[in-house]
């Protein structure tokens, strides 16, 4: 007990004065909490952090993603829709086209054909015209000999002498028709 | 065997103060005729055990979402890592010592804090020894970043500072030497050591005053014991301040040096 309180009191003479044991302990006891630390607890916790600082980001990220595919999207459509109005334009603007072109094809057809059926019926009219004007001038020639026979008294079957009378008769009423027509 | 109570009241009627010796209780396993096991090197390792027991348990099952356990710990260990290590060594260099940061931290926050909790009752840090080491490795650490960032070349960036006319050399160089090799560690280890022993005697003699106090016949004397109470409580309150303060100035300072031996070429 004496020896103890000398020990305390030399120690607390120098207050500066270390206790080497004292040094040692906590050295080993700090250098074993550093290697845990360096160990176990700062891995541990960075890793946490940098996990979640990723989730955190890699939610942003995959927001953004997300973000610019809808814009994508968006733009797309209305690209479409655009298209869309300019080829129903044209296609509206081809079948008007068409349409005009059509009714003027139909159109020159069927005047063509009315050209075509006119001139048909004035090309029949002159050919019945022909017809009757030949036939006529032989019954009138045929009426008129036998008329102008009982009316003379003189035969006139000589068809050669009454086929000259007629035909200067008919020349003479042609010329005087010419005459009124002039 | 010794007394472990106070050796304050005797029956001579006069008041002894504690001493030196109030923190130097016997050893718990003695060895040799002065030599042993002693409570500082007990309370140190069970420092290790605490500390080292909590914050595996806090970082044990890593959660993105954290429970109140890892939350607590993420604090703690942030605190060091972002407070001290990234603010103020900053950069791409600061993750290397957030491991010695941290232990340093809260290995002196938890032996000062041993003086504040009933029992205990000795800031081990109180004892010189342990802070000698802790400066000593610092110091050590400090100037080995530096050699090995600026090989001999740092010796000369650590004192002599840029901008400095060439006819104040002859007293900046001097100063400059003596302030960062010979006084940094020394005040690095002392402010710790001495604020812890000054804090734990003044509350010894505080607690020591009232027992003396409180056994006197006179009523007068007797009732100042409240008094000496009241500021008892009060030196205690600012003892646990300075007890945690000193831990994170201890740290900070470590930061500082490592971050003037990191980035010596930029002053």
Do not use: C
Not at chain 1, 7 to 28: F, I, K, Y
């Amino acid at each position: 007990m004496h020896q103890l309180m000398v020990q305390a009191a030399t120690e607390s003479a120098n207050p500066l004065a270390p206790n080497w044991w004292e040094v040692l302990v906590t050295a080993v006891g700090f250098a074993i909490l550093l290697f845990i630390a360096v160990k176990y607890v700062v891995p541990a916790f960075e890793k946490t952090f940098a996990a979640r600082a990723e989730a955190i980001e890699g939610g942003i990220a995959k927001a953004e993603k997300a973000q610019a595919e809808a814009s994508a999207a968006l733009e797309e459509y209305k690209q479409q829709l655009v298209d869309a109005r300019t080829e129903a334009n044209r296609i509206r603007e081809e079948a008007r086209a068409e349409g005009a072109q059509i009714l003027a094809e139909l159109k020159e057809r069927a005047a063509a054909e009315a050209a075509r059926l006119t001139e048909q019926a004035h090309v029949q009219i002159e050919a019945e015209r022909q017809h009757a004007l030949v036939s006529l001038r032989s019954e009138v020639g045929s009426m008129a000999t036998t008329l102008a026979g009982r009316i003379v008294g003189e035969a006139l079957d000589d068809d050669a002498r009454a086929s000259r009378v007629v035909d200067r008769f008919l020349a003479d009423l042609e010329a005087q028709n010419a005459g009124a027509a002039k | 065997m010794t007394p472990l109570t106070l050796p304050a009241a005797d029956n001579s009627g006069t008041f002894t103060p504690p001493g030196l010796e109030s923190l130097h209780l016997p050893a718990i396993l003695p060895w040799g005729a002065d030599e042993g096991f002693n409570k500082q090197m007990l309370l140190v390792l069970l420092s290790v055990v605490f500390i080292a027991w909590f914050f595996i348990a806090a970082s044990r099952k890593q959660q993105l979402v954290p429970g109140k356990l890892q939350f607590l710990g993420e604090q703690l260990y942030g605190f060091v890592r972002n407070g001290i290590g990234k603010d103020v060594i900053g950069g791409r260099d600061f993750m290397k010592f957030v491991p010695l940061l941290f232990a340093l931290f809260f290995f002196i926050l938890l032996n000062n804090i041993y003086g504040a909790i009933p029992f205990f009752q000795l800031p081990t840090m109180s004892h010189v020894g342990g802070a000698y080491f802790l400066a000593g490795l610092v110091y050590v650490i400090w100037i080995g970043v530096g050699l090995r960032r600026f090989g001999l070349r740092y010796l000369k960036l650590a004192v002599v500072p840029s901008g400095v006319p060439w006819y104040i050399m002859p007293i900046v160089v001097p100063i400059e030497i003596i302030s960062n090799f010979i006084v940094r560690p020394m005040t690095h280890s002392l402010r710790l050591f001495a604020t812890m022993l000054a804090g734990h005697l003044v509350v010894a003699l505080a607690g020591s005053g009232i027992a003396f106090l409180v056994e006197q016949e006179n009523v007068v004397l007797k009732g100042l014991s409240v008094f000496v109470l009241v500021f008892a409580v009060a030196m205690y309150m600012l003892e646990a301040l300075i007890m945690v303060l000193q831990a994170y100035v201890f740290t900070l300072l470590t930061a500082i040096y490592i971050q003037g031996a990191v980035g010596a070429d930029a002053h």
